[in-house]
């Protein structure tokens, strides 16, 4: 009984390469491909959706991030902070200057009873019926959707769509929280700045087509 059998040079020749079993490792490289763009693209910020070549975004405001956006609204532009400081200086002046009690005394009440009032509608009442609004304000509790385009900001909601152009922006304003867009002085947009790069991408966009922020 032979149990091994010497192999001759004549017959190795003869073996094919193509007979021998390839590792696992080589795997079928088109199958794969085909396999990895049934995927859907990964992104860290959550309800990111591709809109063809556009990133579109979702989101929904908070009671609390609506109060915010609003005093972002109500925020004095550096305008009228600068108007506020040059009046409150010539009313200061004027009040150390004059030797009138009567002027004085009108001259410090104004200035107190501003300052008291801008406080109180300010960080009291104003947020108090802001959040009214909001919860008698249906829509601005549903969630949003906003894009970049080439020639604007696309937003769509349950209640409609609409595409704001570039050259149809009236102004823009932000705070380390949201980017407001303005259609007109008091009708804006609330864009999250939590929702990382895509809104981030729309304010580049903004200071290259509108300019600074006001």
């Known amino acids: ?8 040079p004549k017959q190795i020749n003869t073996i094919k390469p ?30 990111v959706k591709m809109q063809g070549n556009n990133v579109e975004v979702e989101y929904t405001l908070t009671e609390d991030e609506y109060v915010k956006a609003n005093r972002l609204f109500t925020k004095p532009t550096k305008k009228s902070f600068l108007i506020y400081v040059a009046v409150t200086t010539i009313s200061i002046i004027v009040a150390l200057v004059s030797d009138i009690l009567l002027i004085q005394l009108i001259v410090i009440g104004g200035l107190i009873g501003g300052s008291l009032g801008h406080v109180i509608v300010r960080y009291l009442y104003a947020p108090w019926v802001t959040r009214k609004q909001y919860r008698s304000y249906k829509a601005i509790q549903e969630p949003v959707s906003v894009s970049k385009q080439s020639d604007g900001i696309y937003f769509k909601s349950d209640v409609g769509e609409a595409k704001v152009e570039w050259s149809r922006i009236n102004k823009w304003r932000e705070n380390d929280i949201f980017v407001l867009i303005y259609q007109a002085p008091q009708v804006y947009h609330i864009l999250p700045k939590r929702k990382g790069s895509e809104i981030a991408a729309i304010r580049k966009e903004l200071m290259v087509n509108i300019g600074n922020a006001t």
């Not at 491909?33 to 995927?39: G, I, P, Y």
Request: aromatic share 10%; glycine share 2%.
């Open 1 to 8: 009984m032979v149990l091994w059998k010497p192999v001759s």
């Open 18 to 47: 193509n007979s021998v079993r390839k590792p696992a490792r080589y795997f079928n490289k088109a199958r794969l491909a085909k396999t990895s763009s049934l995927r859907e693209p990964f992104s860290p910020t959550g309800n």
